[in-house]
T-cell receptor, first 113, second 115 residues
């Protein structure tokens, strides 16, 4: 079974802190994604990566950056956390460039106070 | 751009009731369509998919048919169980928009099934 793991299930940070969310997948997938999930808004794509060191902006990249130094790991960085970044963050991975299934991690519930 | 519209939730049903969750989409080309399910405390997992018009995806008693003429992909189940309580997301992947790798999600529908 494909496994996507995220470093924390719950995280509480203060405004202005730099926050790192880590995601690791074990199936050698080329593509990895970061979404945020908010009630009534569904999932919105923040960034995705289709190869090591490659990244593309999604729909809501402002306030975030990403890093992909190894194929299995994709990090989401909040340079200076703000209260409006309180959300559920979901990582996903996918094989190939066509319409295949994305595999999701369990999510990180981030609260910024 | 591409978009997915789902019926507003939450939906509350009694066990063994019939379920329909409506989903319509707009897309540039001919997308693939998906239903994902998120059980409490978990990430999303694929429930079913359809890749071309008139395809029917099915899994765990759930079904959805890709209707190109009405741009719809409604989720149905004949007899729901308490264990079906979850959030359901409709999604599409549209190669014509240059983003075959990506999914566009609807807002999600919370389903609660009462015993």
């Amino acid at each position: 079974d494909v496994k996507v793991t995220q470093s924390s299930r719950y995280l509480v940070k203060r405004t202005g802190e730099k926050v790192f969310l880590e995601c690791v997948q074990d199936m050698d997938h080329e593509n990895m994604f970061w979404y945020r999930q908010d009630p009534g808004l569904g999932l919105r794509l923040i960034y995705f990566s289709y190869d090591v060191k490659m990244k593309e902006k999604g729909d809501i990249p402002e306030g975030y950056s990403v890093s992909r130094e190894k194929k299995e790991r994709f990090s989401l960085i909040l340079e200076s956390a703000s209260t409006n970044q309180t959300s559920m963050y979901l990582c996903a991975s996918k094989y190939g460039s066509s319409s295949y299934e994305q595999y999701f991690g369990p999510g990180t519930r981030l609260t910024v106070t | 751009g591409d978009s997915v519209t789902q019926m507003e939730g939450p939906v509350t049903l009694s066990e063994e009731a019939f379920l329909t969750i409506n989903c319509t989409y707009t897309a540039t080309g001919y997308p693939s369509l998906f239903w994902y399910v998120q059980y409490p405390g978990e990430g999303l997992q694929l429930l079913l998919k359809a890749t071309k018009a008139d395809d029917k995806g099915s899994n765990k008693g759930f079904e959805a048919t890709y209707r190109k003429e009405t741009t719809s992909f409604h989720l149905e189940k004949g007899s729901v169980q308490v264990s079906d309580s979850a959030v359901y997301f409709c999604a599409l992947s549209d190669p014509a928009s240059g983003s075959a790798r990506q999914l566009t999600f609807g807002s999600g529908t919370q389903l609660t099934v009462l015993p």
